[in-house]
């Protein structure tokens, strides 16, 4: 982080490429938008080949609900962005047992440096493509022109409401010495949905197709509100 000629701005740079540079957007952020939630209990042999979890996270599991979640936020402080997101279930971090995010992709820049920095969520940069027919939503990934990731899904059934004090995700991320620990929050209205395809190259994101799905639900809209990371001590 910098400061601008006249110190009145702050700016992250991409470490892998000084000449990007976007503004610093600290917590809370506050988002709103529609996207899906698919809950999963993988098995062993899933988490230790295919989660992008290290061989020593691999031995660490703590059994808990995994997620893939998709979504198109249309809001939020450092403005709309879109994001693919997979979670292995949790494990034992620090003394407790704790949900981690292993793989994420987001479409913008400023999403990138300001979630690693914020939260220390190792966001990649990548295109999104979503589109809708009647009930049927469907989204791609791709990276570099290469397309990565496809899903369609079916949403169907009345509007119910839906909170994070039902289904919390709390996030810890970073490694040994440096952890931020994450509490968000959120509520919205969800529908009922059920994956129609869905198609991973493993090389950059777990292939779901090999994991049988428990429940998916589809929420728009959704309001949600990422709060500062708590440090974790060294």
């Not at 698919?38 to 989660?51: C, D, G, I, S, T």
């Not at 992709?105 to 220390?120: E, F």
């Not at 004090?165 to 929050?185: A, D, I």
């Amino acid at each position: 982080m910098n400061k601008d000629n006249e110190g009145n701005a702050s700016y992250l740079t991409d470490p892998d490429d000084s000449s990007i540079c976007v503004p610093a957007v600290p917590a809370p952020w506050h988002l709103s938008g529609r996207g899906c939630i698919v809950l999963y209990k993988f098995k062993k042999e899933f988490l230790e080949k295919r989660a992008y979890l290290t061989k020593n996270e691999a031995m660490k599991t703590a059994g808990g609900l995994g997620a893939l979640m998709i979504v198109d936020y249309k809001s939020s402080d450092a403005g709309p962005y879109s994001e693919l997101l997979f979670i292995p279930g949790k494990l034992h971090i620090n003394g407790g047992r704790w949900h981690r995010i292993t793989k994420i992709y987001v479409s913008t820049m400023d999403s990138v440096l300001n979630g690693r920095k914020n939260w220390a969520i190792p966001k990649e940069l990548a295109d999104f493509k979503f589109s809708r027919n009647g009930n049927i939503e469907e989204v791609e990934v791709s990276k570099g022109g290469r397309t990565f990731f496809r899903a369609g899904m079916k949403v169907w059934g009345p509007r119910f409401p839906v909170s994070t004090k039902l289904l919390p995700f709390p996030l810890m991320q970073g490694e040994k010495g440096s952890f931020l620990h994450t509490r968000f929050s959120g509520s919205g209205w969800g529908r009922f949905a059920s994956l129609r395809a869905i198609k991973a190259d493993r090389d950059f994101f777990p292939d779901l197709s090999l994991a049988r799905p428990l429940a998916a639900m589809f929420v728009d809209p959704f309001n949600i509100v990422f709060p500062p990371a708590k440090k974790i001590g060294s």
